[in-house]
């Protein structure tokens, strides 16, 4: 059994600082980090520094590609590059010093046609096997469809592949509403409010919410993240509330794609639905507490699980 993250549109994260911010002006910049991007490239990061393994399947080509590779293999990850159809994005962040105001530019990267969509799909399919844990994380690129997703996670599911899937928008539309055989969905407050068209104000009805898309066939297991208070899990087993640590804040970056590294590590190892929520909520936490890429530590994150105990909702 093995843990496989596929990122359809990963990403070369630049990050600088400029003195100010001008309108018309030449901005000098200092010399720029470069860092690995991607939603299930930063869930196989936050497994290897849980003491996890995983392999990240990226699609990405070209000389991009190797240097992706190249960063990726500097973190420990173990790195199958799938077919893509153009060249690896691009992402700006740029930080005024004189305000610490973060200014975060973030392209589209190559479009997909419906050719390249069946052959990243079949490429996907051929590597997962029975058994597996594959963790489908991130934004789309231009030109994937959300039923091409669907229709991936449908033929996964049905020769015995454990997909848990972190998305949003008309790709959560769609798997939420498909019966894909999604083993789970996670989603944030936010999303979660816009599939139910209603406000969640309590985590009582992201519960609720989260119960009725198990009970609709969305996925055996729904989670749905409501920031700093803690997330829920619901299945047929049962409806659960983790808080988040009590914690000083550094970084929010990677706090999602931590919790689905700890979650999906935690179901992996064969842990109680609770104990996969309350790592799930440890591993978030301990992101929160580290600057910028650097994601979760595994000491952080052990220290923090009775802070994220479990209890039923």
Not at 47 to 61: E, K, Y
Not at 272 to 282: D, I, K, Y
Not at 303 to 312: G, H, K
Request: charge should be negative.
């Amino acid at each position: 059994m093995a843990i496989l993250t596929v990122t359809l549109n990963p990403a070369i994260d630049l990050e600088t600082t400029t003195p100010e911010l001008l309108p018309g002006e030449k901005l000098r910049c200092r010399e720029p980090l470069r860092d690995p991007g991607g939603g299930g490239i930063n869930v196989a990061r936050a497994i290897i520094q849980l003491g996890g393994a995983a392999t990240a399947l990226v699609a990405a080509s070209g000389a991009e590609a190797t240097a992706l590779v190249e960063m990726l293999a500097g973190c420990g990850v173990s790195v199958e590059c799938l077919p893509a159809p153009g060249a690896v994005r691009q992402n700006l962040s740029v930080i005024e010093e004189g305000t610490g105001h973060q200014f975060r530019f973030i392209f589209p990267g190559p479009a997909w046609n419906p050719g390249d969509q069946v052959t990243v799909s079949q490429a996907i399919t051929n590597r997962a096997g029975p058994g597996d844990w594959l963790v489908l994380s991130g934004s789309l690129p231009p030109g994937f469809s959300a039923d091409a997703l669907a229709a991936l996670v449908r033929r996964l599911s049905g020769q015995g592949v454990e997909v848990m899937a972190d998305t949003s928008g008309a790709a959560l539309k769609a798997l939420a509403e498909g019966k894909t055989g999604l083993a789970v969905l996670r989603m944030d407050a936010a999303e979660a409010e816009a599939l139910a068209g209603r406000a969640l104000p309590m985590a009582a009805d992201s519960a609720a919410l989260a119960t009725a898309l198990v009970e609709q066939g969305a996925a055996r297991v729904v989670i749905i993240a409501r920031g700093a208070e803690g997330s829920v899990l619901a299945s047929a087993e049962g409806r659960w509330f983790a808080p988040a640590a009590d914690v000083e804040v550094v970084s929010r970056t990677g706090a999602g794609d931590s919790f689905v590294a700890g979650a999906v590590l935690a179901l992996a190892r064969g842990l109680p639905l609770p104990e996969v929520l309350s790592h799930g909520c440890a591993a978030a936490s301990a992101a929160v507490t580290t600057p910028a890429t650097r994601l979760c530590e595994a000491v952080t994150m052990q220290a923090l699980l009775p802070s994220s105990a479990a209890r039923a909702i």
